[in-house]
């Protein structure tokens, strides 16, 4: 449990009220929030009042849940949208994802050639607690996930998964959102099914080398000169 005054706990408040927003967007009374994971009301409301750590799994689900962008919870940037989803098992969703970070969490600090003690150092944690999440003994706190990328070297967003059915809605939701911040006129171009065409023909473009390009714009510039 983080001391009240510490950074993680100060976090876990911050992304408590987060929550509970998405939740009250959403229309949603907690009970039917909590089951929607497989996670009781006493759970859920401890996670919004700050007194329970959320892990980056439950937090997936929940985003799934309220519809919101994983990232509105990470960088706390706002997004709306109506798209109707399919239904998934999310509580087996979070016990997957868990085992997936823990086994993430393992590579990354093989990769980084860091050592149980000098991770949990940076990262402000036990060797023991470390040690449990690298196992999946334990699900981790988004906090203490957040620590652990930082000592890392990696965003947290790097343990989000874009493969399944969450995923795929992530990155559908990011283009969306992407799209949106285009300029007016943009929008209006590519929204234009006769200009798919013209659409595709920039996608070949921008994969080639900046020197095929330039050949292509002076042989261009030869035909209409």
């Known amino acids: 449990m983080a001391l009240s005054n510490s950074p993680q706990a100060l976090r876990n408040k911050m992304l408590g009220m987060i929550l509970k927003d998405a939740r009250e967007a959403a229309h949603l009374k907690i009970r039917d929030a909590a089951q929607s994971i497989g996670m009781t009301s006493s759970m859920l409301s401890a996670l919004e009042s700050g007194r329970r750590s959320i892990t980056l799994p439950e937090l997936e689900s929940l985003a799934y849940t309220y519809d919101v962008p994983i990232r509105h919870f990470l960088y706390n940037a706002q997004f709306l ?3 109707k989803r399919e239904t998934i098992d999310l509580n087996r969703l979070v016990s997957i994802r868990q085992k997936m ?20 150092k940076k990262a402000g944690l036990t060797v023991r607690r ?3 999440y690298e196992n999946g003994v334990r699900p ?8 652990i990328a930082s000592a ?4 947290a967003d790097s ?6 059915p969450v ?24 929204a234009q099914p006769l200009h798919e065409p013209f659409l595709r023909l920039a996608m ?8 095929r390009l330039r050949d292509i714009a002076e042989g261009i510039l030869d035909i209409t000169l």
């Open 81 to 83: 949208s109506a798209e």
């Open 101 to 120: 970070i823990s086994t993430k969490l393992r590579q990354l600090r093989a990769e980084g050639n860091l050592h149980l003690g000098d991770l949990a």
């Open 130 to 132: 470390i040690k449990a």
């Open 140 to 147: 981790i706190p988004l906090s203490d996930l957040e620590s």
């Open 152 to 155: 890392l070297g990696v965003e």
């Open 159 to 164: 343990f989000l998964e874009y493969h399944g």
């Open 167 to 190: 995923g795929e809605w992530e990155l559908n939701r990011e283009s969306d959102d992407q799209f949106q911040k285009l300029p007016s006129d943009i929008r209006r171009f590519a």
């Open 204 to 211: 070949k473009l921008s994969e080639l080398p900046a020197g």
